[in-house]
């Protein structure tokens, strides 16, 4: 460990968008020092042998990438691959799981015979993909503003409006999405399809006023403008390993198991690591852990917080998680009920169990009750099938297979430090038995072993989650979503509130999924604090 405790930035947190602003800080000239608490860096954006003696490496919480620009790719050199699925969703009809929605981007004539198999209303398939169209037209108006300085409402929608895209900000920004949804399309399950775009990780009905649901629907859609979800090649640990890679190649420094204490007026950073205290201080602090947690390191609980101070007074950064996570490995893809498709075509894209629009809304209306819902509506991705070489060669010869769950309309209201342990056996039973609903054969018989015999399968909760990688009430956005845009009149007076990554300290910077336009693995929330510094201060070199 170097001796030095003055620094040009300290960055509090590794997780990928942390070793992102130290990348970009670093190689620029800036002496960096980033904290990470876990014994590795990459926060929720790694790779992991989840199960005992098993050789496989599942991206055990993240899992997909949409997010991430090019522009940091290339500006930071990182060497990972990203792979297209070919298809986009496979949705069993749960009134007759022997007929299904199968999107194939690769077949335009079976996309469409399949919205007449699940009878669709005629011509909803053209509606389907003209109800897209629109979106991304406005998608790719706004995908470029993402790493660019911030623009307000009315510029933002100027932008829109030139790129032909009036009525897509009117469906997606200025309305409830459920207004659009049904307007556009007839089928409960196709309009349920779309709708799940709107609510991962998002506890929202499609008609909530608060729009919580739109900017989530943004969000999964704005992603290069097209809103393709890839798979990272070698799993998520090789994007947040590259960052790691470029970030130590540029001269940061990176300290593992360093837990930070308290973030101090002044730029001073107190930290345990080695057994021992530390404090190291900084022109700029970089938060890549959730704006909650901020608020606790500076010694500042919520009810404490000054009426305007900004990494208090949004009330988004307070937002509760919404999900139970799945990981499962299995000795082979399981045998569907609907016999006209294969399994490797069913999960090539996203599986899609129990999430017809009206199922969506009766779940949300039995978990804002205190329960969880049945039929869990839950969505499943197979990264081994589009990369296998997450398994060992032993296993891929073996036909095994990974699978993700994502259950949603699982609050954290609805999981306690006392019913935890139970909460998450109920919860995995209720995957299981949605999963079940749709499968020729239980996907318990299935579950490879680990050398002791216990089954390949781990749950995690909102609490599971806040406890192994710190965040807030198990938020995946590391609290609610904000709009690409600032209100018309908000000022942008200032490198860190044009970035979008301002707090009310201005030595003390945003850089993680809590920064205006983070969330996912993107990398965006760690560009824009460091280019907020290098914005702040006359250029440097190495040197």
């Keep these: 460990m170097s001796s030095t405790t003055e620094f040009d930035a300290i960055i509090v947190g590794g997780g990928h968008n942390g070793l992102a602003a130290a990348a970009y800080l670093a190689k620029s000239g800036r002496d960096v020092l980033v904290l990470e608490k876990l014994e590795h860096a990459g926060g929720a954006a790694v790779s992991a042998h ?76 053209g509606a389907f993909t003209a109800f897209y169209a629109a979106c991304r037209q406005l998608t790719e108006a706004l995908w470029p503003t993402m790493t660019a300085p911030l623009l307000a409402r009315s510029d933002a929608r100027a932008l829109a409006a030139r790129a032909g895209a009036d009525a897509a900000w009117e469906a997606m920004i200025e309305h409830p999405i459920g207004q659009a949804i049904r307007r556009e399309l007839g089928s409960d399950l196709v309009r349920g399809v779309v709708l799940t775009d709107a609510l991962i990780g998002t506890f929202a009905r499609a008609d909530d006023a608060d729009l919580q649901q739109n900017i989530c629907f943004l969000y999964h859609l704005i992603g290069g403008g097209t809103g ?41 950073v107190d930290y345990r690591h080695g057994g021992q205290d530390h404090s190291a201080s900084a022109r700029w602090v970089l938060s890549n852990v959730a704006p909650v947690v901020l608020d606790r390191l500076r010694g500042r609980p ?66 804002a009750a205190g329960c969880v819902p049945s039929p869990l509506p839950c969505e499943i991705y197979c990264h081994s099938l589009t990369d296998p070489s997450i398994l060992s060669p032993e296993l891929q010869a073996a036909g095994a297979q990974t699978l993700t769950v994502f259950g949603l309309h699982v609050p954290d209201r609805l999981v306690t430090a006392e019913n935890n342990g139970d909460r998450r056996a109920e919860l995995q039973a209720a995957v299981l038995a949605s999963l079940n609903s749709v499968l020729a054969e239980p996907v318990e018989d299935l579950l490879l072993t680990d050398p002791d015999g216990r089954p390949c399968i781990e749950t995690k909760t909102t609490l ?18 904000d709009w690409p845009f600032v209100e018309d009149g908000e000022p942008l007076d200032t490198p860190a509130r044009r970035w979008g990554v301002a707090t009310d300290d201005p030595q003390i910077l945003l850089c993680g999924s809590g920064a205006r336009r983070g969330g996912a693995v993107s990398a965006i929330g760690g560009h824009n604090a460091a280019m907020a510094v290098l914005e702040s201060e006359p250029p440097r070199r190495h040197g």
């Design 228 to 268: 393709d979800w890839d798979v990272p090649v070698g799993g998520m640990g090789a994007v947040s390993g590259e960052l790691e890679r470029a970030a130590r190649d540029a001269g940061a420094t990176i300290l593992t198991s360093a837990d930070v204490t308290a973030v101090r007026p002044g730029g001073t």
């Design 464 to 481: 599971d989650i806040e406890r192994a990688v710190g965040m807030p009430r198990g938020n995946i956005f590391h609290g609610g979503l």
């Design 50 to 125: 989840a199960f005992d003696g098993v050789d496989a490496r599942l991206s055990r919480y993240s899992y997909l990438v949409s997010l991430l620009p090019r522009q940091i790719i290339d500006d930071l050199g990182l060497r990972i691959t990203l792979a297209r699925r070919r298809y986009s969703s496979y949705t069993p009809d749960p009134a007759d799981g022997s007929r299904a929605l199968l999107v194939d981007n690769g077949d335009e004539a079976a996309t469409a015979a399949s919205f007449a198999a699940v009878g669709a209303p005629d011509g909803e398939f």
């Design 302 to 367: 919520a009810a404490d917080l000054p009426a305007g101070a900004a990494a208090g007074a949004n009330p988004n950064h307070r937002r509760e998680g919404a999900q139970v996570k799945v990981n499962l490995l299995l000795k082979r893809l399981p045998r569907l009920l609907d016999g006209s498709v294969s399994p490797e075509a069913a999960f090539g894209g996203t599986f899609h169990i129990n999430e017809t629009w009206s199922q969506l809304d009766a779940a949300y209306s039995t978990a």
